[in-house]
């Protein structure tokens, strides 16, 4: 068989297997990876790789590293979530960097950090006064959460004792120029209102609609595939409505 056909059938195998056991891992965004998720996603990754592109073996082989390679990491995640020690073990702790304002000089030595670089994490954090620091942590996957001092923090509705209204999660209503009528029958709305807030922003079908979302303060937000702003003077057509 030609080579280029069995690297492509190969390559279809590794993708969609690869897939598989990365659902079946779990969803983690890549700046929540603990070093060791890190490497064994690597690790992985390079065995689906040379699952396609080595052809003086056979697949099976390597179909089989690939298995065992996921089966071991979910077996770990699954210990971890019951060992809080392996945890640990594993993927370390949070270490203090700063505890009430002072640079904890042996906790940097330890992490084999430079103060520059934590200088740099905390500008990242837009911090660049190390007075107003209080506490700064270095999480596990190598973030730094950072704690201002009480006076330097931002003042909330809640130190001012003042009421805030409800603010939720904006509703779909079309998408992708469909309407989404069981978002409108759960907003108490039908078909006829939402033609009348289109047609009112020069709008004539759904059609012409890449997104709109109903807020729960009842403002529409429409976008358009095209959009037809050309200048300032055309902003009422896409003011949010009631």
């Known amino acids: 068989m030609n080579e280029g056909v069995v690297v492509f059938v190969r390559g279809i195998i590794a993708f969609f297997t690869l897939h598989i056991f990365a659902r079946f891992l779990g969803k983690q965004q890549v700046s929540q990876l603990s070093f060791f998720d890190y490497i064994m996603g690597i690790s992985i990754g390079s065995i689906a790789a040379t699952l396609t592109t080595d052809l003086s073996s056979r697949a099976w082989p390597h179909w089989v590293g690939l298995l065992t390679w996921t089966s071991a990491v979910w077996l770990v995640q699954w210990f971890s979530l019951r060992s809080r020690a392996l ?24 992490m084999r950090l430079t103060m520059d670089e934590l200088l740099l994490q905390l500008r990242h954090n837009g911090i660049f006064d190390l007075g107003i620091v209080e506490f700064a942590i270095l999480e596990t996957n190598g973030k730094l959460s ?81 959009d037809r702003l050309k200048s300032l003077t055309d902003l009422s057509d896409y003011q949010h409505i009631k």
């Open 87 to 110: 945890s640990k073990y594993l993927n370390g702790e949070p270490v203090i960097l700063i505890m009430n304002g002072h640079i904890m000089e042996d906790n940097l030595k330890k």
């Open 146 to 226: 950072v704690l201002k001092k009480s006076q330097f923090a931002p003042v909330t509705p809640a130190d001012l004792q003042l009421s805030t209204e409800y603010k939720g999660v904006s509703t779909e209503l079309i998408y992708d120029g469909i309407v989404i009528e069981e978002n409108l029958e759960r907003m108490k709305l039908d078909r006829a209102w939402l033609d009348k807030q289109l047609r009112s922003m020069k709008i004539k079908s759904p059609g012409e609609v890449f997104l709109a979302a109903l807020d729960t303060d009842g403002q529409l937000y429409v976008d358009l595939y095209k």
